[in-house]
C-alpha cells in the first residue's frame, strides 16, 4: 500500500471509530423502540446500518452523521419489516432505557394505544422529534423533503396527536361524540319541558 492510501485507510477508521462512538448508542435505541423484541435484533440491526456506514462512508454527510444514520435505520427497519411476520402496530417495547421519560412513556398503555391511532409516517416524525431528538435540518434529512415540508409533517403530526389524545380520553371517560350529542339531546328535551 502507498503512503497516501494509507494515510486515507487511517483517516477512513479515525473516522469510522468515532462515528461508532458518538452514535451506535443512539442508532441502537432508535431501533429498540421500534421493534416489538427490542434486544438482539436491534443489535443486529445496528450493526447493519453501521456497516452501511462504512461501505457508503463517502455518502455520509460531514456534521450530519446522525441524520444520514437514522435514515439509514429507517431504511433497514422497512427492509427488516417486509422479511419478518406482520407485527401489530399497538407492540411497543416494553424495556425502558434507564430512566429516559420518553421510553418511561412507553410503559403508559395510553401512549402506546394513541400512538397507535396515528399513521406510520405521524409516528416516525413524531418518535423522531420527541425519542430521538432530531429536529430541524436533521429531520429534513431523515425524511427526505424539504426543511418547510419537515415543518409541516411535524406541525400536521402534532395536530393529529393532539386529536388522537383527546379520541382516547373521550373513549377513556366513555365521553364519545354519541354520548355528547345524547347528554345535548337529553338537556334540550328536559329545558323544553
Known amino acids: 500500500m502507498d503512503p497516501d492510501e494509507t494515510a486515507r485507510v487511517d483517516d477512513d477508521t479515525a473516522w469510522f471509530d468515532d462515528l461508532f462512538a458518538a452514535h451506535a448508542g443512539a442508532v441502537h435505541r432508535y431501533l429498540v423502540r421500534r421493534l416489538p423484541t427490542g434486544g438482539a435484533e436491534a443489535e443486529d440491526l445496528a450493526a447493519d446500518v453501521l456497516a452501511t456506514a462504512w461501505r457508503r462512508r463517502a455518502d455520509v454527510p460531514r456534521g450530519a452523521e446522525l441524520p444520514w444514520l437514522y435514515r439509514t435505520a429507517g431504511f433497514v ?115 323544553a319541558r
Open 77 to 191: 427497519l422497512a427492509n427488516h419489516r417486509r422479511k419478518a411476520r406482520p407485527t401489530p402496530v399497538a407492540v411497543v417495547p416494553e424495556v425502558p432505557d434507564d430512566v429516559d421519560p420518553a421510553a418511561l412513556a412507553v410503559d403508559d398503555d395510553r401512549v402506546r394505544a394513541v400512538l397507535a391511532r396515528l399513521s406510520p409516517r405521524d409516528r416516525q416524525v413524531l418518535l423522531l422529534v420527541a425519542w430521538d431528538g432530531v429536529g430541524g435540518d436533521g429531520l429534513a434529512q431523515v425524511l427526505g423533503v424539504s426543511r418547510g415540508g419537515a415543518d409541516a409533517a411535524l406541525s400536521r403530526a402534532r395536530a393529529r396527536l393532539r386529536a388522537a389524545w383527546d379520541a382516547e380520553a373521550a373513549a377513556d371517560d366513555g365521553t364519545g361524540e354519541d354520548d355528547a350529542a345524547g347528554e345535548g339531546d337529553a338537556a334540550a328535551q328536559a329545558g
